[in-house]
């Protein structure tokens, strides 16, 4: 659509009119500079209120303000070096149950490696007995929200799709619920749980259980499925092109010298940040974000009524020729400070932008460089397949099926 219509395609849904914005400008103004008008809306709460609740993510107005006030203080650069540390010594653990040579579904691993950290960080809690439940929980709600008759029937229409969401809903209660126990028989100085359990809301009054429920279920979804699948897409990419691969690793070997990466590092591993950076441009862990227009306005030359959805899609925008060289070309060596200088504002926007941006842009960021630097110090990873990645848009971008990957111990190849 974009190809073919421009910078703003206009439809009609059974639901009212929708815009496409293709342009960083018309986005920007969305996202940053006319944000107030600019809401998540019905469509929004109907795909993802069944798991997040009002949390961070959905909620809107005061009831955001106050919540993301409460969850700020874990998110701060400062708190944030603290993680560093810890990121490592769990993919350790994770590298320490990998054999030379076999095939391992990278997905999956990478999938519990990230759900372990940000349990650990976020709620200070040991979840080895939670794992099995929340993967079977998310997997079986995100793929769910991306049935059509659950976009487009009634919300009390009984559906297959919605019966597997309420379950997974149920799910992630009874392990927050756990969590919740735990914390108010032993709070915590730092972590999340222990933050809003002292919490008050305007009246004075402390937060309900629901409440926690919510903001506790959007941190462990939202903070470990993104990172996941960008790490995933990540390998992958590299796999299809070993010299990016071999660059890497002489960056590591050359910085680290045989030592884990630490936070002091990272200023020094400047192409493994252009590795992510370029994979997240590509495989935008979010495809797409959707706003609502609570109030008439101008996008891109067009009006743009109260009620219209708009789509702005991160996958569409980073694969423009107008803004990138050979757009679908895995270039990690364009991520120069000039170049980034030389691009529109949204140009690029994996974690979206203005008031509304990720609140664990910085943690991402930390976590994919870390957790790849300490993968790629010890492995070689090699597509089992040559079959193409297929690419489900959910809420995130998940792989279709399986990533199987042969993993080579560079120790084990190098005695050898």
Same mark, same amino acid.
């Given at each position: 659509?974009?190809?073919?219509?421009?910078?703003?395609?206009?439809?009609?849904?059974?639901?009212?009119?929708?815009?496409?914005?293709?342009?960083?400008?018309?986005?920007?103004?969305?996202?940053?500079?006319?944000?107030?008008?600019?809401?998540?809306?019905?469509?929004?709460?109907?795909?993802?209120?069944?798991?997040?609740?009002?949390?961070?993510?959905?909620?809107?107005?005061?009831?955001?303000?106050?919540?993301?006030?409460?969850?700020?203080?874990?998110?701060?650069?400062?708190?944030?070096?603290?993680?560093?540390?810890?990121?490592?010594?769990? /993919?350790?653990?994770? #590298? &320490?149950?990998?054999?030379?040579? %076999?095939?391992?579904?990278?997905? $999956?691993?990478?999938?519990? !490696?990230?759900?372990?950290?940000?349990?650990?960080?976020?709620?200070?809690?040991?979840?080895?007995?939670?794992?099995?439940?929340?993967?079977r929980a998310v997997n079986a709600f995100l793929p769910a929200t991306s049935s059509l008759p659950n976009l487009l029937l009634p919300e009390g229409v009984p559906l297959?799709?919605?019966?597997?969401?309420?379950?997974?809903?149920?799910?992630?209660?009874?392990?927050?619920?756990?969590?919740?126990?735990?914390?108010?028989?032993?709070?915590?100085?730092?972590?999340?749980?222990?933050?809003?359990?002292?919490?008050?809301?305007?009246?004075?009054?402390?937060?309900?259980?629901e409440q926690i429920r919510d903001e506790a279920i959007t941190l462990i979804t939202a903070g470990h499925e993104t990172t996941a699948v960008s790490l995933t897409y /990540?390998?992958?990419? #590299? &796999?299809?092109?070993?010299?990016? %691969?071999?660059?890497?690793?002489? $960056?590591?070997?050359?910085? !680290?010298?045989?030592?884990?990466?630490?936070?002091?590092?990272?200023?020094?591993?400047?192409?493994?940040?252009?590795?992510?950076?370029?994979?997240?441009?590509?495989?935008?862990?979010?495809?797409?974000?959707?706003?609502?227009?609570?109030?008439?306005?101008?996008?891109?030359?067009?009006?743009?009524?109260?009620?219209?959805?708009?789509?702005?899609?991160?996958?569409?925008?980073?694969?423009?020729?107008?803004?990138?060289?050979?757009?679908?070309?895995?270039?990690?060596?364009?991520?120069?400070?000039?170049?980034?200088?030389?691009?529109?504002?949204?140009?690029?926007?994996?974690?979206?932008?203005?008031?509304?941006?990720?609140?664990?842009?910085?943690?991402?960021?930390?976590?994919?460089?870390?957790?790849?630097?300490?993968?790629?110090?010890?492995?070689? #990873?090699?597509?089992?397949?040559?079959?193409?990645?297929?690419?489900?848009?959910?809420?995130?971008?998940?792989p279709k099926e399986p990533v199987s990957m042969v993993v080579h111990d560079r120790s084990a190849a190098g005695s050898s």
């Amino acid at each position: 659509m974009a190809n073919e219509y421009g910078d703003v395609v206009h439809w009609e849904s059974p639901q009212g009119p929708v815009y496409q914005l293709n342009h960083p400008d018309d986005i920007e103004r969305v996202l940053v500079h006319n944000n107030t008008n600019y809401v998540k809306g019905q469509q929004f709460q109907r795909v993802l209120g069944p798991l997040t609740g009002n949390g961070i993510l959905n909620s809107e107005g005061e009831a955001w303000r106050r919540n993301r006030h409460l969850v700020q203080p874990s998110f701060h650069p400062k708190r944030i070096q603290v993680y560093a540390d810890m990121m490592t010594a769990f /993919t350790d653990t994770m #590298l &320490a149950d990998w054999q030379d040579g %076999e095939t391992r579904a990278i997905h $999956e691993d990478m999938m519990e !490696l990230t759900l372990r950290i940000v349990s650990q960080a976020l709620f200070g809690v040991d979840i080895d007995r939670y794992v099995g439940d929340i993967e079977r929980a998310v997997n079986a709600f995100l793929p769910a929200t991306s049935s059509l008759p659950n976009l487009l029937l009634p919300e009390g229409v009984p559906l297959p799709s919605r019966r597997r969401m309420a379950r997974a809903r149920e799910t992630l209660d009874g392990v927050v619920d756990e969590i919740v126990r735990e914390k108010r028989a032993d709070p915590g100085e730092h972590d999340v749980i222990s933050m809003l359990l002292a919490a008050s809301d305007d009246d004075g009054d402390p937060l309900s259980d629901e409440q926690i429920r919510d903001e506790a279920i959007t941190l462990i979804t939202a903070g470990h499925e993104t990172t996941a699948v960008s790490l995933t897409y /990540t390998t992958y990419l #590299l &796999a299809q092109h070993p010299e990016a %691969e071999a660059k890497l690793v002489a $960056e590591l070997d050359s910085v !680290l010298d045989g030592e884990r990466p630490t936070m002091a590092d990272l200023p020094d591993l400047a192409y493994t940040e252009r590795v992510v950076k370029e994979s997240m441009r590509l495989f935008p862990p979010v495809p797409g974000i959707v706003r609502e227009a609570e109030g008439a306005d101008e996008l891109g030359g067009y009006p743009i009524p109260a009620g219209a959805k708009v789509f702005m899609n991160q996958w569409v925008v980073h694969r423009d020729a107008r803004w990138y060289d050979d757009p679908l070309a895995f270039d990690p060596d364009r991520w120069t400070r000039a170049f980034e200088q030389s691009l529109p504002h949204l140009a690029y926007f994996p974690f979206s932008a203005g008031p509304r941006r990720c609140i664990g842009d910085r943690f991402a960021m930390l976590e994919a460089r870390l957790l790849l630097a300490t993968i790629y110090q010890d492995y070689h #990873l090699e597509l089992a397949s040559d079959r193409n990645l297929e690419v489900v848009p959910t809420i995130t971008s998940r792989p279709k099926e399986p990533v199987s990957m042969v993993v080579h111990d560079r120790s084990a190849a190098g005695s050898s």
